[in-house]
């Protein structure tokens, strides 16, 4: 597979997708303020990011309203109280779960929607289902993308049929997903050169969305880019589930893109996520993520640890390996 | 230039360094009990670990033996307290920096030493320095590499220069340094070309010192060792100077050898690391750390911003950029 590009040249087709309230919203179920989130649009304005991502088009019977912030569910109304009509370049993108979201019910048509782009989350196992999303969401006018989690967990030839039902639908783009935060820049190259070969194929796009684990989601992110992944997702301080994700002030360092500019988000950094963490949210590479990140396992053990600040780290990986 | 081996083959060439007490010196003036240094010391031997440095051979002209802890120094009786004869297989090394040491004086025949092999820490320079350094402590008996460091700084020709002088003395090895953290993986595997050719040619293996102020220390290594880089250092949490190191943790948990086991090390963290870092002592990424390694700059401006707690990004970006 040919490098696409230098350390010196940037490329017309990469994307930096900003999922902070997204992803973020697993640390504190969503609960970010109107203002956080509408200064975090300017900033993200400002720096020049290609898409926001506002949270989870989530089913209201699947989840109580109750429980979780306003992101959880991304109203319509809610997101336009921050963007208005939304008259700028930054595009506006949802993620919505195979089987917890009714989307038939609360997608609308995009020309009365604020929402640009629908990211369809899937396990290789509902795929059928993704595909089904994808072909609504479509018809209504929406970008969509197909996001496979924990493809770590995937055999190559459900990962190959995975791939020819995306070629064959009408979803825009595709995006590898380390949901364990499990694999290396070798093994991200390898699926990158998978889905690419599919996507040039059928005229789609490749993703990246990496998790930091084992503080590989930058290089993993890199290692996608290089090999010609063109979306990137990232978040402010890498602000994600468990170890968190790729930064966005990692990636605008690395991106020679001069419409890039990382200045907008040191102020929002200041001003928002030093307090944000100051009162406890914590998100953010520690030794248990590492152990599970290493043993590709879900983060959820890790989690669970992170939150008692346990730090018997020997027991702890022996009770990963059902050997305690 | 060729990959060497996959995912899951091992290198019989590949030796794991341990820097602890060295580079993590430098974040406690290497106040480090006996007690903590033999438990690191066992650990490291069940663990595998090839080489153990101790710390600098620091002249007591130059440095005040009243402000620093023994591993400043590395007197023989001091390492030998620790190991006794040392009849293992892991080797002991310690680190000398050209200009900062009497090593005429301070370092004695190695068939009366604990020691095994100098590293031999240079900028780019005093090259000459380096090489006299290297032929006197080879003559006395022992293995020695030659640490370019800063190596970011450095230009393609200063480079194929050093290198040609270190081929030509009888320096065992020559360490790939990024001291600020800037390089990235592309850049790595480049420096690891150009060192691996001289390295070839003249009979000497290579090694990669990584800094982690952009989260890319543990990529840059495992780029650096997929490359056919052989010698790699690694610290406990990535305890080391500003934003640290490669953590051995990481390391171990991707090389396949079964020489090498976690477990030692997850006992030692628990019991030794956890509760020095309870204590206040500070290492590892962050913003400021990230700004410097982005800007190629050495990291004492974010030493002292992180000494300070300060959270003025866009201040202390501007002041590196001398626009403030």
Redesign the interface.
Same mark, same amino acid.
């Given at each position: 597979m040919a490098k696409k590009g230098?350390?010196l040249s940037f490329r017309p087709d990469i994307k930096v997708v900003d999922a902070t309230i997204r992803d973020g919203g697993l640390v504190n179920d969503f609960h970010f303020s109107d203002e956080f989130v509408k200064k975090l649009y300017e900033a993200n304005l400002k720096a020049g990011v290609d898409y926001m991502e506002f949270g989870y088009k989530a089913s209201k019977d699947i989840f109580d309203e109750s429980e979780f912030g306003p992101w959880k569910f991304c109203d319509e109304d809610a997101i336009r109280r921050i963007v208005g009509d939304n008259d700028t370049d930054m595009k506006i993108a949802v993620m919505a779960d195979v089987g917890r979201c009714d989307y038939k019910r609360d997608i609308i048509n995009r020309a009365d929607s604020a929402i640009d782009l629908v990211r369809i989350a899937t396990y290789i196992n509902t795929m059928p289902g993704a595909i089904n999303m994808a072909e609504y969401c479509h018809n209504l006018g929406y970008e969509t993308t197909i996001n496979i989690m924990a493809i770590s967990n995937a055999t190559g030839a459900e990962i190959d049929e995975a791939l020819e039902l995306i070629g064959n639908s009408p979803a825009d783009g595709v995006y590898i997903v380390d949901s364990y935060g499990a694999l %290396? $820049?070798? =093994?991200i190259e390898e699926l990158a050169e998978k889905y690419l070969n599919m996507a040039e194929k059928y005229g789609k796009f490749v993703g990246i969305h990496a998790h930091?684990n &084992? &503080? #590989?989601?930058?290089?993993n992110t890199?290692?996608a880019l @290089?090999n010609g992944v063109s979306y990137l997702d990232a978040t402010i301080?890498g602000m994600g589930r468990g170890a968190g994700n790729c930064s966005t =002030?990692?990636l605008l360092?690395?991106l020679k893109n001069p419409k890039y500019d *990382?200045?907008p988000l *040191?102020?929002f $950094?200041?001003n928002y996520m030093?307090p944000m963490k100051a009162e406890g949210v914590t998100w953010g %590479?520690n030794?248990p993520y *590492? #152990?599970t990140g290493?043993m590709n396992r879900h983060p959820r053990s890790a989690i669970s640890a992170t939150a008692q600040k346990r @730090?018997? %780290? #020997?027991r702890f #990986?022996l009770e990963l390996d059902d050997k305690s």
């Open positions: 230098s350390l %290396y $820049m070798e =093994e930091n &084992q &503080q #590989l989601a930058f290089a890199i290692a @290089t301080n =002030e990692q360092g690395f *990382l200045i *040191l102020k $950094m200041e030093e %590479y030794i *590492l #152990l290493q @730090t018997d %780290y #020997l #990986l």
